[in-house]
């Protein structure tokens, strides 16, 4: 047990010796020197071998240190006795150490650098890889975003100014956009067909935006498990936030799914008039109205704001996906 210790310390010692810089071990080989230089001219000079008529001042001595500890030995000065010669053998054996801890700390550095280089490597082939993948998605992506945000245009617009739609691109800067600013009272004609030119199911504007919902939110979420977005935190965050939605919406859009199956909350209505008498309820709707106090608008309340949520989502993950392809280009 004592001898595993003490091989973690002095593994935990060599670690933080290799961590220090180099320039710090050549800083002490170098200050070490007019240390020594001092002591050696302190000592008498009795005590080296001096040559005669040669200097032994304190430059003198300097001048020795530095030979000693670079172990050049030119041999004109030399320790003679034992105070010298242990103060000489200490300067040389420090010499040695700093010497070969600097060589180990640039070892250590070089090392650091080529594991850095490495790491820097393999995150350029990575983002490289995970921006060809998202590339290749881009066209996919948005014609799924492009059809959600037409049907959210749909169920929001008044049947008369759907039928004026010439082009599924509702997204430019024209009077068909998705206006995301739209009124409940908007969506009063949701249960009517889109409209739309691409959409010949004839089917209820919102039962057609639930689906495309679900889809453009499974899309997005395979998105997310095939493409690495965290190189693109905006993207993944408006990703996310749209399944999320899509997921807590998903619980709650039963009546939208089939609206021939609509039922009143008193049930009192005739299932095939019950469209129409929702439809009759949004559109009378007043802005100082309680919604909580009609519980048949309460579902719409929810629509409304999953609307006004991922429609706006998924515009910012249009934008974003424009510049990413454009980049490309």
Not at 49 to 71: K, R
Not at 164 to 188: C, E, H, Q, S, W
């Amino acid at each position: 047990m004592m001898k595993y210790t003490l091989q973690q310390h002095m593994s935990h010692f060599f670690h933080l010796v290799s961590n220090i810089r180099p320039v710090v071990w050549i800083g002490l080989y170098v200050c070490v020197i007019p240390l020594f230089a001092l002591i050696y001219w302190a000592l008498p000079d009795w005590q080296f071998h001096i040559p005669e008529g040669d200097a032994t001042g304190y430059g003198a001595w300097l001048y020795y240190s530095i030979v000693t500890i670079s172990t050049l030995g030119f041999g004109d000065y030399t320790p003679a006795h034992g105070a010298s010669q242990a103060v000489t053998a200490v300067e040389v054996m420090c010499g040695l150490i700093f010497l070969g801890l600097f060589l180990n700390a640039v070892g250590a550095m070089k090392s650091e650098i080529d594991v850095e280089s490495e790491i820097e490597k393999q995150k350029a082939l990575h983002n490289a890889a995970e921006t060809d993948k998202l590339q290749k998605s881009v066209p996919m992506v948005l014609n799924t975003l492009n059809v959600f945000l037409a049907y959210c245009y749909a169920v929001t617009t008044p049947q008369e100014q759907r039928n004026k739609i010439t082009d599924i691109d509702v997204t430019g800067d024209d009077d068909l956009k998705y206006n995301p600013d739209f009124r409940l009272r908007d969506m009063a004609d949701m249960f009517e067909p889109t409209g739309l030119p691409f959409d010949r199911t004839n089917l209820p504007a919102v039962e057609r935006l639930v689906v495309s919902a679900g889809r453009t939110s499974l899309v997005l979420d395979s998105l997310q498990q095939r493409v690495d977005l965290t190189l693109w935190p905006l993207l993944l965050e408006d990703c996310f936030a749209f399944v999320a939605n899509y997921q807590m919406f998903s619980n709650t859009d039963v009546m939208f799914r089939n609206p021939d199956r609509i039922v009143l909350a008193d049930g009192s209505a005739d299932p095939s008039k019950a469209k129409d008498i929702l439809s009759k309820k949004i559109s009378d709707w007043t802005p100082d109205e309680d919604l909580s106090l009609d519980p048949d608008l309460k579902s719409v309340a929810e629509l409304y704001a999953f609307i006004k949520e991922n429609a706006e989502k998924a515009r910012e993950i249009e934008t974003l996906l424009t510049e990413i392809a454009l980049k490309k280009d």
